[in-house]
């Protein structure tokens, strides 16, 4: 049953993701983000915040938590609309290739219900679901999307040496387990209670302010 | 046009994008444009526009490196309406969003026919890259790859997926290749090597009506659409 | 899932917090007495509460939070509750900053702030900066529950470590915070925040990148300053700045879900500037 999990959680399965850089690179820009260090304390904060968030919802997603619910708790976890548009753009883009991969009704009526697209941790704990896989590696595969994505384009932004970045990300694994082990007993708690207050809701301000600062730039290499 | 067989040239199916939209009516014929940096892909879409836009319903998605460059080329000069053209990040990394990933060119092309729909045709412009970069046949339904004789005459010789297996070759710049030294026939004679029965043709944007022989194709490309 | 998001859960809590302050607003109905009522406006254990001035005519009435000893301590469980019935105005402050020290015993101290504003009522909540103070842990939940059509201006600061916590232990404490606002029964704002030593990643570059205060203003139904700035930036940047504008630091107004809900976040490196962040978006020069 991991081979799903592999499937969706694989950088190169075509829901959009390669073309944003999680706030990335606003925080090359700034200079903030210089060297693997710095990536891997970008990537920590990320992993621990939005990274949380995105497992928690997606974990109660593929738990059977209603999705309606789910969304407008998304909504509120998200404050900045350049970060509200872009993960429902992203939600709707994997969407569509989930729906490729493991079709199912639910599928298709989380795509009626949200014609603009509905949040991405959403729609990868249906996708999960859908594909087979337990809530717990729901909540894995949104840990991983949440660190994997900016540490790609990382790659590419300042040119930083690949096994370097790639053994940042293998240090952070161990991390990733333990956030996605806490995002999946809320999301029992959050489908025990049938209400969404037990979910993370862990938030960074530098993401948000980043990610209003990107949408406004007229130049830039990644969507978000 | 890869529409007449149900296998591409290696055997695979061919596009799975549905071809109708809801309702049955066929969506826009969508063709893109791909080829190296400068050697006149945002020339070649302008000048379509241009040449088609009195008798088609027509939209442009560009996929820069820098966002909004190509796109905001087009607006300057006019050459469709802004609401009908798109631009879409692709993350350093155009051909991804051309081939491997083509999400968000596919919601840009959906966003268009939705907003400014029912649309003819739909041309999708690659960023500038390199001699490899072709679009994926479940984004397009026919590609269009642009070089110059600028170039070097040598890069019909040297293939690639670009030169050998794009629906149309057009060779750019014809104007100047006494300047640089290309030998147009050998051009020619190469590109027939490599892409047998598939056609090339050669041309000049830059002067009155060069763009004239492409315009032709494509309709002959939408025509085809339509009937099928 | 409408059922189990209006169903305004409390946050889960071992016990009960130990002192609660109250306040309740309402509109003075009496004759020639239009205004702002308090009658009820009391104070727990270490939180005390002050009439600053009678809510007469439009003016609010003014309540100040004063400490009326060290706290809130590791161990502590305080809580305030203000509600605002229809068509009252309440503002409150707060004397002095609330810094948050280690106690006796280890553990972190609990501070639960509860709002409740009614339709056409205007509640103003201003008080001073959070500040965690080395070794200390403080736990702030706030929630808040607006009908349709009430006011709000919500400020909230948190600053990392006195001068002395940074010279002297060259850490702060940690502060960890929830904020939590529904609208007319759906959840508009709902963000968790964990910051100093023990909190993953929180002073590198997705979360403060070395600043030392963050802090929002959340308004619904009202401008983040008055008089209403002419043109309020989407971002301002700090002064001084070099090159392109900082993108690390500074302020940005977000649009929240709901209905006329604003929340004007920042980044800075200390109080002062934070504080000028929040009050004068307007004016980033």
Known sequence: ?224 | ?228 | MARALTAAAAPVRGELPVSVARIVAVPDTREDHAGTLLPVLSGAGPLALRRLRAGRGPAPAEVALVGAMAAPLGGDRIAVTARVEAGARLRVTSVAATVSLPGPQPGPAWYDVELTVAAGATLEWLPEPVVAAAGSHLQLTTLITLEAGARLRYREEQILGRQHDWTVHGRPGRLTSRLTVRQAGRLILDQQSDLGPGAPGWDGPAVLAGHRATGQLLTVGLPFTEPVPAALPVLAALPGERESPGEGQGAVALTLPGADARLLLAVAPDGLVLRRLLTQPADPS
Not at chain 1, 117 to 130: C, E, T
Not at chain 1, 160 to 183: G, I, S
Not at chain 2, 138 to 158: M, S, T, Y
Not at chain 2, 170 to 191: Q, S
């Open chain 1, 1 to 224: 049953m991991s081979g799903a999990l592999l499937l969706l959680a694989d950088g190169r399965f075509p829901a959009g993701g390669h073309a944003h850089s999680g706030g990335v690179e606003v925080a090359v820009r700034a200079g903030l983000v210089k060297d693997a260090d710095s990536l891997a304390a970008f990537l920590t904060g990320r992993l621990h915040t939005t990274g949380l968030t995105a497992a928690g919802l997606a974990a109660a997603a593929a738990d059977g938590f209603d999705p309606t619910g789910l969304d407008e708790a998304a909504d509120a976890r998200t404050p900045s609309p350049a970060l509200r548009a872009t993960s429902r753009r992203l939600g709707r883009q994997l969407l569509r290739a989930a729906r490729a991969c493991w079709p199912d009704p639910v599928l298709d009526g989380l795509a009626a219900a949200h014609p603009g697209g509905a949040h991405q941790s959403v729609v990868l704990g249906l996708a999960a679901r859908a594909a087979g896989l337990a809530p717990a590696e729901a909540a894995l595969a949104a840990a991983h999307e949440s660190v994997n994505g900016p540490a790609t384009a990382c790659t590419r932004l300042l040119g930083l040496d690949p096994y370097q970045v790639v053994a940042v990300l293998a240090r952070l694994a161990p991390e990733l387990d333990t956030v996605a082990d806490a995002a999946t007993r809320a999301a029992a708690e959050a489908v025990r209670r049938q209400d969404a207050w037990p979910l993370p809701a862990a938030s960074a301000p530098l993401l948000d302010l980043f990610a209003e600062r990107h949408s406004a730039w007229k130049v830039r290499l990644f969507a978000s």
């Open chain 2, 1 to 228: 046009m890869h529409r007449d067989h149900p296998t591409d040239e290696f055997g695979a199916p061919r596009a799975t994008a549905p071809t109708e939209l809801s309702g049955g009516r066929r969506r826009a014929l969508r063709i893109g444009l791909g080829g190296p940096v400068g050697s006149g892909k945002t020339a070649t879409v302008a000048a379509l526009c241009r040449a088609l836009r009195a008798e088609l319903s027509l939209a442009v998605v560009t996929n820069d490196i820098y966002t909004t460059e190509d796109a905001e080329f087009l607006l300057r000069h006019a050459v469709l309406p802004p609401e009908r053209i798109t631009a879409v990040e692709t993350g350093c990394c155009p051909h991804t969003a051309i081939r491997d990933d083509i999400s968000a060119n596919l919601e840009a092309v959906e966003e268009l026919e939705a907003s400014v729909g029912p649309l003819d045709l739909v041309l999708l412009e690659s960023g500038g890259d390199n001699l490899t970069a072709t679009f994926s046949r479940g984004l397009v339904d026919a590609q269009i790859f642009v070089i110059d004789v600028a170039g070097g005459d040598k890069i019909p010789r040297k293939g690639g997926p670009g030169v050998s297996g794009s629906d149309l070759l057009v060779v750019n710049k014809t104007d100047l290749a006494p300047l640089v030294g290309a030998d147009l026939a050998v051009m020619a004679r190469d590109a027939k090597a490599q892409r047998g029965e598939l056609p090339t043709l050669f041309c000049s944007l830059a002067e009155p009506d060069g763009v004239a022989p492409i315009a032709g194709w494509v309709r002959e490309q939408l025509a085809r659409w339509r009937a099928h």
